[in-house]
């Protein structure tokens, strides 16, 4: 088993973090992970990505080309991974920072409003695990309580009062999520 | 009478960074919430009258993005060389 | 220890610092700077020296007066830094002191860019500073790789007086991977018979220096640092091997380049390829031994680099023209994706190659055709 | 808006590139570039110039100016405009250069330029950090400033002093012109770009070496909005780093501008 | 012109000179210093730029500064000198601007001795800065041949936008010799289309870095470079042979190491010995075409050098372990004399050898054995 | 002719080596050396003072002193000695360098060692010339002084200006003491050794960076008997590097000797 | 009266520079031209009386190859610690 | 034909000179040679030589570990290559320098008062070319007369009009030394 994520957004949408959360989840349930930014100037005031592989052997490449799996946090991102996608992939897409909808149709496009969710919960910030509790859907390797525990176990301390909300956007993006694949013709 | 005055600012080079704003001492500039220039950001604006194109805002842009204009009040006044 | 999740960079730093690193001496660079800012905290914390350095050839000069006190010492940077480091680690090396340097490299020649390369192969191994020099060179592909070779280097580096260089590419410094560290080993100062650390009334006072002003004493300290590398060779060569049991193509790859082909070297087998890989942790001393028994074995090599080809010329100085050595490279700070070296295997697997004299001419020419 | 070309009281000055620039929202290396090219411009020699970059945020200065640029090895720009001003004594030769490359790496290269007394103008940005690398310490970042690098703040027992690059320079014979000036509001700004024509004047009349160092934020690594930035450079850099002129030779005293 | 007694560094200086330096940079260090001081003194007597800069490091990039508006520049220095010089020559080979850099080598590692060496011909060819450049490597064995290839060096540098090296070691600078020195030159600056000389108002304004933030970007450099380098190898390779015809055995041996074994095999010949020289005079781009082809016709190499061994791999990596290569230097300064390099030609002539898989090993053996 | 020991007022120090030195007849780098070695001795400290020597005449001054010794690269010497006073912070620590040395191509190391205040001490001899490499200019070369690479005289439009090491480096805070002293008459040495002594006294209580500038001779490259040149240095160096204290800080003021 | 005194030169390392020479406040040196030293030197001594120990030769002396001494004419004088 | 000849002294003796002389000599009568100093910090105060290697063909190695001829100008030089002598060779040797005589006699060891006879000239410094001369009787390939020429041809302008006392010099020494070899048993 390998899964490759790549996780893209603004800098600044907690695109690095989800991805550690992430990775973190796989490694205490025990799978290799690989956790990579892209990093250095460019990311100055720009777009941020990084790229998270899963696998249950000792993983090779650390970047992938074609993800099988990714999060578009805004429209650049879209732009870049709707065409890098992996046939038969999915991406999840934050609906409140685009104004287009896909364009290929053998990939798996799941729209979900990551900032109008989280506002909803009370935190801007949270977007980003709204996102995740989407992509869970598509991750049957890692459970979103998986995540919830790498939440409570790498939650720097002094955020460690928001773990509820953190929880509370990590459900609502996994049940938006399924509600969009109820939609996907099977 | 205050010189009337007006800018142009350029959404190309425009940050947001609010320098000009705080510098204007007429106090007429504000981030425009409600544009976004192609890059992302909120723009600077006058958002009042009052403007006397004295070029402070200018002066303080760190990305030349403000063009400065003034109203000619004296017009055919001689130029000596 | 349990694993946790480490940032090459952090990893290495905190490595040294539970090997007992007693003085860092570095200054900022991309890909490299974590480990600068990581010790910064770090060191003070335990009460050992940092010092941010006014440059890298000021850090290169702090660590080589640690070195010659017999503490264990390192410095850290990337291509462009190491380059400014050329004259101090000769002088390092024909003081015969310890020295441990991290060299996290990027996309070159000149400021060229922060992405991950191993263009300073051949610096690190071959060239680099003047005079004649032998030093250890290990290239971790791994964080839990980086974090034991870190160790590893300043043991290295004491038993042979030799520096010992850690090459890897930004990728590694910067990924993420579960790893353990080693137990926090309390700082043990060793009294080396050699180290000037003050006489203190108890001893004869010490000199260490690079300078042998008649050339026959010169020639008798190359020959000493020639004759210890010879043992270096005998005991210290370290690779890891994937799939090689019955391997007809065998890839050579250090680093980032190397796990990159594992990727590829497993799809190739799933396609039933039989394709190993032969991934060398120390390229100096270069596990010529190993290659050279392979090369009974294979039918031809593939070395993968994200550089123009500085570890083929040992690979084909080993080979010496038994087996065809073909080569895949992307240098620039370009990282290749297991389906490039897939499709070299692939083009290596069904025509075979009537071997060359250059691999690197043959491969420029298919890159220049390509883009 | 029909706007009469005489209605015009400030605009980008044309020795600028249309490029945008890549510094953060506020930084004042976007205002130091402006001063730069409109003094280019009102002396009429941005046909004659060749800019040095450094290896900092400014490394991208070269596409910003509409003059022939080289780009320098971190801290060595003042060695590469040596080598550019001997060959072509005629042209205008600046360095812009930030305080890690200036007053770090480039320490040995910037004095004896200017021990040199080389015909070079030097434009120093001090903002108290190495802003390109995510914010380290730099010579000049302020006892118990809060960097990257010296996360519990600049600690002076260990980790050093300042250095006041201009008044260290200006013990220097073959300095013409340093002065000290600040990015920080609008009279400071008029007072820096007087400055920054001196220097230019000082080097077209072959009177040595000038060098104008400016104060200037670095509002992503300060963790601080760019207005509060410039609070900054006013409340904790101006008393540490006085604003002054430094070394004025007499004869370019005797420049009116 | 008629032939004068020059001594090796200064006739570098005059030749230079004629062919149109318009600026030098330096810094002192022994055995060049003449180059430096003969300089000081004829450059401004000719109204031509002359710095002694602050150090290597600030001559480089003066060096730098002065080659991007297209004037023909050079430095010289020697090898604790030129590992200074690192960072420096990988930024101008990542700009592509000519640039001349003379390095009369001297024992080392390290601060090591003034004596003549030959050992940084790794550094020069092969490693030296960060990241991947090719670059010109000339090694003149006379002070005729110093005055020839500095001339042609300028001409290389500026056809192929490349560094051009002068390897040479302290014997050949510091001798005299009677040689001819070529007509004085008038300058003549190009009107290169990529000189940062200013705008003037007539073009377009320009930029030379060595940036490539885009690793893409940079490959396509790395990649362009080396397809210029191409090039370089097969137009420019210059070598020397003596007593090559009919040679069973062939000596090669660049510089001072070269001449002296052509004493040898004068004296071998003599003797009877079917034993040959070849000179690179280029060592990079290596004779590699020409040492294949003698592969076919010698039934023994011997490369001898002032070093522990580094042109040696390149022949074996061209010889490929066709015919055994053998090996003889000496390192830290030591200059050999005829009669040892005849003793190794009996030595192979006589129980030619089974050829051992690494020359440098049964050298250092026999080496050590020795002293 | 038997000499009671309480007879004696002058012998060779013990801080010294039995090593005649390889300096030229009258060179006044041996007076400097013997100066440190009388300091160290007096002071008791020669078991656990490591040296630092430099790249230059001194090169070898490894040889001569009875303590632990490093042999730094050309320039880099105060780095070095930061690299062994860190890690032991109870040693005593000193660099010998010459102005080719210290004030030309490591001027980086000698301006940030003194900045960050290392607790070092430098010996500084400025003897107007490279000497070790056969009398090239240095940065310290007096105007119109000819060296091997100023024929004719320094040229100060095209060779720069001499660089006045103590004052420039008395601009940095992290300099506890910093004079300029003389070896060419009986009562200057002796001024000489007091500062060289109040410069270890400096460091021992970790007052921070200690320098002793010393006026020396090159009689081999001046090309003047031993004699003349300790007059050259009287009627000429001194009255370009006056002779002072450039800085002592308030706490090294309290230092008695 | 002048206090005497006598010095001792070293052949080891007296280079004869003849700084102590023109240092010396009684003029009563001179370099040995009948003798050599090992390295080739001729050394530095005294060539007449009046040397009154004052150590000012061995002050200049860049190769310490004087030793000093002087006649103790107060003797038994206590020392105060 | 390929002669080898090391000249040496104190530094001052004029050694450096003297082989040069010897070498423009050599050039100008149309052969090939070298002329190579030792060089660096072990000068300072200390022994200067230098080695002159003349032949009819390209010179291979500018240095030799035996020469034939050697001019000793002082005792350690005489020391050092009296043992270093290629067996059957010549030494020219200041005696004014040497309080011993020669201990080989596998070679011609040529003993010339070069001192004494420059004092006799009226110039102490061309000791050196005494030595010359007489090292000329051992030399056939270059005469006196083309070590003459080369004098005039390359003698600083400044020094010209030392001229006639050089040749004095010359001409001394190589008598001097004809009269020691007529003592030579044949
Ligand atoms: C030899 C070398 N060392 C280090 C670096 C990494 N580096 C790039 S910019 C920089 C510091 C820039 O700081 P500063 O000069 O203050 O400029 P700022 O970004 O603050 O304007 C450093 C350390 C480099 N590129 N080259
Ligand atoms: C990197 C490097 N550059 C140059 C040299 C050559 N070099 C040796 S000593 C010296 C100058 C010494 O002058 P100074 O420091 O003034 O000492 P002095 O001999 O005058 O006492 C130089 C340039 C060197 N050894 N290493
Ligand atoms: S020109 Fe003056 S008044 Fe008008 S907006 Fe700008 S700062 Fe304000
Ligand atoms: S100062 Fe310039 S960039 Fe900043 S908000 Fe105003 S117009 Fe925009
Ligand atoms: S990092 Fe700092 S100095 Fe650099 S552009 Fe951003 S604000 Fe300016
Ligand atoms: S060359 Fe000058 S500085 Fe060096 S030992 Fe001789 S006199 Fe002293
Ligand atoms: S000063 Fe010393 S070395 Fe010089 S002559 Fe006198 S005793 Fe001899
Ligand atoms: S001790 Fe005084 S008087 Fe005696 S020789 Fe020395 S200087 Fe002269
Ligand atoms: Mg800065
Ligand atoms: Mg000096």
């Given at each position: 088993m390998q899964k490759e994520i790549i996780i893209a957004g603004f800098g600044g949408q907690g695109v690095l973090f989800g991805g550690q959360v992430l990775a973190y989840a796989a490694m205490d349930t025990g799978k290799d992970v690989t956790w990579i930014p892209s990093y250095g100037p460019e990311m100055r005031g720009g777009t941020a990505n990084c790229t998270v592989v899963i696998a249950d052997h000792e993983i090779g490449s650390p970047l992938v080309k074609n993800p099988p799996l990714a999060i578009a946090l805004n429209l650049p991102s879209f732009d870049k991974y709707e065409s890098l996608l992996a046939a038969g992939g999915t991406l999840i897409v934050n609906q409140s920072m685009v104004d287009r909808s896909a364009q290929r149709n053998d990939i798996h496009v799941i729209m979900v409003p990551c900032n109008e969710i989280a506002e909803e919960i009370g935190d801007k910030k949270l977007m980003n695990m709204v996102a995740m509790g989407a992509l869970l859907s598509a991750l049957p390797e890692v459970s979103v309580k998986d995540v919830e525990k790498a939440l409570e176990g790498h939650l720097p301390a002094r955020h460690k009062h928001l773990l509820p909300k953190n929880y509370e956007a990590l459900k609502r993006g996994f049940e938006h999520a399924q509600k969009e694949w109820d939609k996907v013709p099977a | 009478?205050?010189?009337?005055?007006?800018?142009?600012?350029?959404?190309?080079?425009?940050?947001?960074?609010?320098?000009?704003?705080?510098?204007?001492?007429?106090?007429?500039?504000?981030?425009?919430?409600?544009?976004?220039?192609?890059?992302?950001?909120?723009?600077?604006?006058?958002?009042?009258?009052?403007?006397?194109?004295?070029?402070?805002?200018?002066?303080?842009?760190p990305d030349a993005a403000i063009t400065v204009y003034r109203e000619i009040t004296k017009v055919n006044t001689p130029v000596t060389a | 220890m349990p694993k946790e999740l480490w940032k090459g960079n952090e990893a290495i730093a905190e490595a040294a610092v539970r090997a007992g690193l007693e003085a860092y001496f570095g200054y900022p660079i991309t890909p490299q700077t974590e480990v600068l800012e990581y010790l910064s905290r770090r060191m003070p914390e335990l009460g050992r020296a940092f010092v941010q350095a006014e440059s890298e050839?000021?850090?290169?000069?702090?660590?080589?007066?640690?070195?010659?006190?017999?503490?264990?010492?390192?410095?850290?940077?990337?291509?462009?830094?190491?380059?400014?480091?050329?004259?101090?680690?000769?002088?390092?090396?024909?003081?015969?002191?310890?020295?441990?340097?991290?060299?996290?490299?990027?996309?070159?020649?000149?400021?060229?860019?922060?992405?991950?390369?191993?263009?300073?192969?051949?610096?690190?191994?071959?060239?680099?500073?003047?005079?004649?020099?032998?030093?250890?060179?290990?290239?971790?592909?791994?964080?839990?790789?980086?974090?034991?070779?870190?160790?590893?280097?300043?043991?290295?580096?004491?038993?042979?007086?030799?520096?010992?260089?850690?090459?890897?590419?930004?990728?590694?410094?910067?990924?993420?991977?579960?790893?353990?560290?080693?137990?926090?080993?309390?700082?043990?100062?060793?009294?080396?018979?050699?180290?000037?650390?003050?006489?203190?009334?108890?001893?004869?006072?010490?000199?260490?220096?690079?300078?042998?002003?008649?050339?026959?004493?010169?020639?008798?300290?190359?020959?000493r640092l020639l004759n210890r590398w010879k043992e270096v060779q005998a005991n210290e060569v370290r690779y890891k091997?994937?799939?090689?049991?019955d391997a007809e193509i065998v890839i050579v790859g250090f680093g980032t380049a190397g796990r990159v082909a594992l990727s590829a070297v497993r799809t190739a087998r799933e396609q039933g390829i039989k394709v190993g890989l032969l991934r060398p942790i120390t390229v100096s001393p270069f596990p010529t031994e190993r290659l050279s028994q392979l090369t009974g074995q294979a039918r031809a090599f593939l070395v993968t680099e994200m550089n123009m080809g500085q570890m083929l010329d040992d690979v084909q100085l080993t080979v010496r023209g038994r087996v065809p050595v073909e080569f895949y490279g992307r240098p620039g700070g370009v990282v290749p994706f297991p389906d490039e070296i897939l499709n070299e295997i692939k083009r290596i697997n069904s025509a075979p190659t009537a071997g060359h004299t250059d691999a690197r001419d043959a491969w420029l020419t298919r890159m220049t055709a390509q883009v | 808006m029909t706007t009469p070309a005489n209605n015009l009281v400030y605009e980008r000055p044309e020795a600028f590139t249309e490029t945008p620039t890549h510094y953060c929202p506020g930084c004042t290396h976007g205002v130091a570039h402006r001063l730069v090219a409109e003094v280019l411009e009102e002396m009429n020699i941005t046909d004659k110039t060749i800019g040095v970059a450094p290896v900092g945020c400014a490394v991208f200065a070269y596409n910003y100016f509409d003059v022939d640029f080289v780009e320098a090895p971190h801290g060595r720009a003042p060695a590469m405009a040596t080598g550019v001003k001997r060959v072509l004594p005629d042209r205008v030769v600046f360095t812009y250069q930030g305080d890690g490359d200036l007053a770090s790496i480039g320490m040995g290269e910037i004095v004896h330029a200017a021990a040199r007394g080389e015909n070079l103008t030097v434009i120093f940005i001090n903002n108290a950090n190495f802003g390109m690398t995510g914010g380290q310490m730099a010579p000049t970042t302020l006892p118990g400033m809060k960097t990257s690098s010296s996360q519990n703040g600049r600690d002076v027992e260990t980790q050093g002093y300042p250095i006041k690059v201009s008044e260290m320079l200006s013990t220097l014979e073959g300095v013409g012109y340093c002065v000290r000036r600040s990015l920080h509001d609008p009279k400071n700004i008029r007072l820096a770009k007087k400055a920054i024509r001196t220097a230019f004047e000082t080097q077209v009349r072959g009177l040595g070496f000038s060098m104008v160092e400016l104060l200037s934020t670095c509002p992503?690594?300060?963790?601080?909005?760019?207005?509060?930035?410039?609070?900054?450079?006013?409340?904790?850099?101006?008393?540490?780093?006085?604003?002054?002129?430094?070394?004025?030779?007499?004869?370019?005293?005797?420049?009116?501008?």
């Open positions: - | 009478m205050a010189a009337k005055g007006w800018i142009e600012v350029s959404d190309t080079y425009c940050k947001g960074c609010e320098l000009c704003i705080s510098a204007c001492p007429q106090d007429v500039m504000e981030l425009n919430m409600s544009r976004l220039t192609p890059k992302g950001y909120h723009p600077a604006h006058t958002f009042k009258d009052g403007c006397t194109g004295c070029a402070i805002c200018a002066v303080v842009c | 050839l000021g850090a290169v000069n702090m660590v080589y007066g640690a070195a010659c006190t017999g503490v264990r010492v390192m410095s850290s940077s990337s291509s462009p830094g190491v380059s400014l480091m050329m004259e101090g680690l000769s002088y390092i090396a024909g003081t015969e002191v310890p020295a441990v340097l991290v060299n996290v490299m990027r996309g070159g020649p000149g400021l060229g860019n922060i992405a991950p390369a191993q263009s300073d192969y051949n610096q690190a191994v071959h060239g680099g500073g003047h005079g004649d020099y032998p030093r250890i060179v290990l290239a971790p592909a791994s964080v839990q790789e980086a974090i034991d070779l870190t160790v590893l280097s300043f043991d290295l580096a004491e038993k042979y007086r030799m520096i010992t260089m850690l090459i890897l590419d930004g990728a590694i410094g910067q990924m993420m991977e579960p790893a353990e560290m080693p137990e926090m080993k309390p700082v043990h100062r060793q009294d080396f018979d050699w180290a000037t650390n003050a006489t203190m009334g108890k001893r004869e006072r010490r000199l260490l220096t690079s300078i042998y002003l008649n050339p026959l004493d010169e020639e008798q300290t190359n020959l091997e994937y799939f090689i049991d | 992503t690594n300060w963790g601080m909005t760019p207005v509060n930035s410039l609070k900054f450079v006013e409340e904790h850099m101006i008393p540490a780093y006085p604003l002054g002129d430094y070394k004025i030779s007499d004869a370019i005293k005797q420049i009116k501008i």
